[in-house]
């Protein structure tokens, strides 16, 4: 379990393969809490629920058919905000996330994705966003679709599952991360690493390791440590000091910029750029 100043997690798990962890960190100016695990599952606002009744002159139990979900239609959703962009209401819960050059908004809806993505599209150029339309995928369970604002690239993300929608918005504030001279050569991802420990360790990736003193915040691009690689996913391994080093993994895209921090839990990777 994490626990410091800065960054505190919890773990749950249930028999050898659930597993949940939560994280608290507020490396930038706000909170920030990330939830990772292999079996996530976003409940449905509105219930549904079977009964089975037997007679004796029947053989088989008789099932009643659950509630149908509401799916809303384009017409019944309205604009609310969410860290500054839009999200749709009604809806199941809002959330979103700051980081040091990416901003998010993320809802969960009970709507098909051609609404949302019908949705986003009539909201979105309102805000004068420039859709790239050749890149977008629509298909029944899942759809991205890319976008060019003032501030740099963004792309919503929509995967549809048990009537629900889960949407994620995300912007990258291009001019931003050039100006703070960490952005990767094109095609590359950056990697920095932090340690929010009081004592320095050891970071490995890709097979090379390296040293990061107690307290690095892991965004000087003079002095932070760092590494630029191919995208794809990788394997890293972290290791305090007196501490048995601990492995895990992560993706990373082209053109990202990511912050690996070491600490008592372990590695925890998190999008910069």
Do not use: C
Not at 119 to 145: C, G, H, I, M, P
Request: hydrophobic share 35%; aromatic share 6%; proline share 6%.
């Amino acid at each position: 379990m994490l626990n410091s100043e800065r960054l505190q997690g919890l773990d749950f798990s249930k028999g050898k393969s659930d597993r949940v962890t939560f994280t608290i960190h507020n490396m930038t100016d706000r909170v920030d809490v990330t939830i990772r695990g292999d079996s996530l599952k976003i409940a449905n606002a509105a219930s549904t629920s079977s009964e089975a009744t037997t007679s004796s002159d029947t053989p088989s139990s008789i099932e009643r058919p659950s509630e149908p979900i509401k799916q809303y239609a384009l017409d019944e959703l309205e604009v609310a905000e969410s860290a500054d962009l839009p999200v749709p209401k009604p809806n199941n819960g809002t959330g979103r996330t700051k980081s040091k050059f990416l901003y998010s908004a993320n809802a969960s809806v009970q709507a098909s994705i051609e609404t949302i993505v019908a949705f986003y599209r009539r909201e979105l150029q309102k805000r004068n966003w420039t859709e790239d339309s050749a890149a977008a995928t629509v298909k029944a369970d899942a759809a991205t679709l890319k976008f060019t604002t003032k501030e740099g690239p963004a792309v919503l993300k929509v995967t549809h599952k048990d009537g629900q929608s889960n949407i994620e918005l995300t912007v990258r504030q291009k001019a931003l991360a050039e100006a703070s001279g960490l952005m990767p050569k094109a095609g590359n991802v950056k990697i920095l690493f932090g340690n929010i420990e009081e004592q320095p360790g050891e970071i490995t990736i890709n097979g090379k390791t390296f040293k990061v003193k107690a307290g690095e915040r892991a965004e000087d691009p003079k002095s932070s440590p760092s590494i630029e690689l191919p995208p794809g996913k990788y394997t890293f391994s972290v290791k305090g000091k007196g501490k048995p080093a601990q492995k895990d993994e992560a993706e990373f895209g082209a053109d990202e910029i990511w912050g690996i921090l070491l600490g008592p839990g372990g590695g925890l990777p998190l999008p910069m750029y």
